[in-house]
């Protein structure tokens, strides 16, 4: 089931990129805008690694302006270019590919949907339009269409491992598992240690948890951890970083289990736990995407409650007799 998210924030979160939106349960109709620069989006073009790079968003939930909340990224090989992510809207896809055409002559091969969210597919239509796979995960297709049929999913679905062959570079692609319902991938570059961890990773922002499994989430990021410890780390929000990015998400995620598990040792109902919990702790005062901690902005599903319903409400495995 399709919650209520998909129609609210994005209308929320996309009008403050000055995009002209009809926005409803049914429909999503984006108009024509002046064309934007890397600077008047926010963004910042960033090379990882010869040929590898990050385009940066250092916008905040709701942004001002153009500004870019959400990162994208792409890896140039002999044969070809793979992206990755096509952000909220077209404007913002047809500039990464501008980008993309004045470092290299070499085509786009693929487009990969690093999960269904709208803030990383709302640009589909781009090279959808210009005939580019578009690669996603699990049931991506099924999602992007309830969440709202106007967006174009991907036409390449994988359910296992698969390496994309780019001439001399390669780009591993890998399902995880905990942000969104069955259709999260990170892809790693392994020739030079670069992972685009897609939204496993919000450096330095609360998470967005709503069509989330903390647990599960929890433990995919172990893994990132123990497979990729000298990974150049992208995340779907937030600056370019290493490892200690996805240490640094995993020990939010252990705070709010633990003070989910006190809030179930005193018995407290979910209003009780969040008010008394819902001042921002001063370990995360610094994050960006504030109203998601304990705020209700647009009926989106804060962390406190998704902590709650996922912790504070779980029943304890019982004992085989």
């Not at 790079?53 to 792409?74: H, M, R, T």
């Not at 410890?229 to 779907?236: H, L, N, R, W």
């Not at 921002?280 to 901690?293: M, T």
Request: aromatic share 10%.
């Amino acid at each position: 089931m399709v919650t209520r998210w998909q129609s609210v924030l994005w209308a929320t979160i996309l009008g403050g990129l000055a995009l002209v939106f009809t926005i409803g349960f049914g429909g999503l109709v984006a108009q024509p805008n002046p064309p934007v620069d890397l600077k008047g989006a926010g963004l910042t073009l960033e090379q990882l690694a010869d040929r590898v790079y990050a385009l940066v968003g250092q916008g905040d939930i709701p942004p001002e302006g153009e500004q870019s909340f959400v990162n994208g990224g792409f890896v140039i090989g002999s044969e070809g270019v793979l992206v990755v992510d096509t952000f909220p809207s077209a404007k913002y896809t047809e500039l990464m590919f501008a980008t993309i055409k004045s470092l290299t002559d070499k085509p786009i091969r693929y487009v990969l949907n690093t999960h269904f969210h709208p803030d990383h597919t709302g640009g589909n239509s781009v090279p959808a339009g210009l005939g580019i796979p578009i690669v996603g995960r699990g049931p991506i297709r099924a999602l992007m269409a309830k969440a709202n049929p106007q967006l174009v999913p991907p036409n390449m679905v994988i359910n296992s491992e698969t390496d994309f062959i780019l001439g001399d570079r390669t780009v591993r692609v890998e399902r995880v598992e905990g942000h969104a319902r069955g259709t999260d991938i990170i892809a790693y570059v392994p020739e030079v240690k670069v992972l685009f961890a897609g939204d496993m990773v919000f450096n330095q922002r609360f998470p967005y948890t709503g069509d989330g499994n903390i647990k599960n989430w929890q433990a995919s990021l172990y893994r990132l951890i123990a497979t990729y410890p000298d990974a150049k780390v992208v995340p779907g929000h937030g600056n370019v970083s290493d490892v200690s990015a996805l240490r640094e998400q995993l020990g939010y995620f252990n705070f709010l289990e633990q003070l989910a598990l006190s809030w179930k040792a005193k018995g407290l109902t979910k209003e009780q736990a969040i008010e008394q919990s819902k001042e921002i702790p001063e370990a995360y005062k610094g994050y960006r995407f504030q109203a998601l901690y304990a705020g209700n902005p647009n009926g989106l599903q804060n962390n406190l409650d998704s902590a709650y319903d996922q912790f504070s409400r779980s029943l304890g495995i019982p004992l085989i007799p």
